[in-house]
Antibody
Framework: EVQLVESGGGLVQPKGSLKLSCAAS????????MSWVRQAPGKGLDLVAD??????????YYADSVKDRFTISRDDSQSMVYLQMDNLKTEDTALYYC?????WGQGTLVTVSS | DVVLTQTPVSLLISLGGQASISCRSS???????????LHWYLQKPGQSPQLLIY???NRFSGIPDRFSGSGSGTDFTLKISRVEPEDLGVYYC?????????FGGGTKLELK
């Protein structure tokens, strides 16, 4: 059974930091590009960051809104993907999903508020 | 970035009826390798998105044949026949032909 389990969300003050983690199992993790997609309350889906597989040299992509603040990484030996979020802003408040195209986690909620 | 415009924004359908959702792209979604990476997802209330259709017209594992995708270039359509209660939610198209990949704004399917 494919599973993607996110963790690390929570309440943080503006300018604070959080690190999200995603544990993957049940599929060939090493062959998949992995992404973080967020959904603000009542809104649609937005790609936040993406990291390719080793075959594509672990290339990364960041949405303009998070560039220079967020860092995506992966550990293929542990089937984990991470999102380090620094200098958080109130507009980063959202449910953050870890996804491998066909497979999605249940999301972890990040709330940025003073 | 590629903009995907979904219409309608909301759709009222009777049980057993047929729904049609359009997804139009600001540029062609045909990749240089000849494939078209336009996909459809359904997000049921309180759940994460689930893949329905990949590469325009291929049903993902376990997706009933009531769901069908079609289209080419910049115009794509998702059709749902014989709508059932479990089909309700928000449908999104997603393109992965061009970086960054982008989602449509969503179409909410509700019961009439």
């Amino acid at each position: 059974e494919v599973q993607l389990v996110e963790s690390g969300g929570g309440l943080v003050q503006p300018k604070g930091s959080l690190k999200l983690s995603c544990a993957a199992s049940g599929f060939d993790f090493n062959s998949y590009g992995m992404s973080w997609v967020r959904q603000a309350p009542g809104k649609g889906l937005d790609l936040v960051a993406d990291i390719s597989s080793k075959s594509y040299n672990y290339a990364t992509y960041y949405a303009d809104s998070v560039k220079d603040r967020f860092t995506i990484s992966r550990d293929d030996s542990q089937s984990m993907v991470y999102l380090q979020m620094d200098n958080l802003k109130t507009e980063d408040t959202a449910l953050y999903y870890c996804t491998a195209f066909a497979y999605w986690g249940q999301g972890t909620l990040v709330t940025v508020s003073s | 970035d590629v903009v995907l415009t979904q219409t309608p924004v909301s759709l009222l359908i009777s049980l057993g009826g047929q729904a049609s959702i359009s997804c139009r792209s600001s540029q062609s979604l045909v990749h240089s390798n000849g494939n078209t990476y336009l996909h459809w997802y359904l997000q049921k209330p309180g759940q994460s998105p689930q893949l329905l259709i990949y590469q325009v017209s291929n049903r993902f594992s376990g997706i009933p044949d009531r769901f069908s995708g079609s289209g080419s270039g910049t115009d794509f359509t998702l059709k749902i026949s014989r709508v059932e209660p479990e089909d309700l939610g928000v449908y999104y198209c997603l393109q992965r032909t061009h970086n960054p990949w982008t989602f449509g704004g969503g179409t909410k399917l509700e019961l009439k």
